[in-house]
T-cell receptor, first 109, second 117 residues
Framework: QKEVEQNSGPLSVPEGAIASLNCTYS??????FFWYRQYSGKSPELIMS????GDKEDGRFTAQLNKASQYVSLLIRDSQPSDSATYLC?????????FGKGTSLLVTP | GAVVSQHPSRVICKSGTSVKIECRSL??????MFWYRQFPKQSLMLMAT?????????EQGVEKDKFLINHASLTLSTLTVTSAHPEDSSFYIC?????????????FGPGTRLTVL
């Protein structure tokens, strides 16, 4: 079974700090990985995609991928209260995305 | 990015009626679209995979005769909830697979909140 595991949280960080969200996946055949942000009552919004080992940066967001360890992470620098949401990690092994259950992030002023 | 729309955004219906939800990819063609359901404070649940020009593939436990999916064009998939009951009340979200260039990414529609009275 293809599984994606995330800590459900909530993860609480103070405003301005770095939030670190982690995800592990079981399917070694997964080729691409995604982070989505979902606000309460809204649908998921794509934040980052990453396909190769290493880091990928986009503004305040950095995605990290380690295929040997089957590990994906998302760092949010200078966290803002507006970053408070549920973050979904997804892996793609060729068809439908496999999603984790999401990590709830709370950024406190 | 890419834009996916859903219509309606919110619907309230009486028990026993059928409701159709449309999902459109606005700026790209999507051979594959996906339908999810999400209950309050729970994770996304994949219901079915919709393929243009062929039958949908349903996940285990999802009744294909109750949740009818039609993917008649490369930009439109519809989900019809037949004979809806209060337990079908949920947030239904579609996503479309964008395979332009070297990418293979899913973009979500804004969702449809269904309330069955």
């Amino acid at each position: 079974q293809k599984e994606v595991e995330q800590n459900s949280g909530p993860l609480s960080v103070p405003e301005g700090a770095i939030a670190s969200l982690n995800c592990t996946y079981s399917d070694r055949g997964s080729q691409s990985f995604f982070w989505y942000r979902q606000y309460s009552g809204k649908s998921p919004e794509l934040i980052m995609s990453i396909y190769s080992n290493g880091d990928k940066e986009d503004g305040r967001f950095t995605a990290q991928l380690n295929k040997a360890s089957q590990y994906v992470s998302l760092l949010i620098r200078d966290s803002q209260p507006s970053d408070s949401a549920t973050y979904l990690c997804g892996s793609n092994s060729g068809y439908a995305l496999n999603f984790g259950k999401g990590t709830s992030l709370l950024v406190t002023p | 990015g890419a834009v996916v729309s859903q219509h309606p955004s919110r619907v309230i219906c009486k028990s026993g009626t059928s409701v159709k939800i449309e999902c459109r990819s606005l700026d790209f063609q999507a051979t594959t679209m996906f339908w999810y359901r999400q209950f309050p404070k729970q994770s996304l649940m994949l219901m079915a995979t919709s393929n243009e020009g062929s039958k949908a593939t349903y996940e285990q436990g999802v009744e294909k005769d109750k949740f009818l999916i039609n993917h008649a064009s490369l930009t439109l998939s519809t989900l019809t909830v037949t004979s809806a009951h209060p337990e079908d009340s949920s947030f239904y979200i579609c996503s479309a697979r964008d395979q332009r260039g070297s990418t293979d990414t899913q973009y979500f529609g804004p969702g449809t909140r269904l309330t069955v009275l």
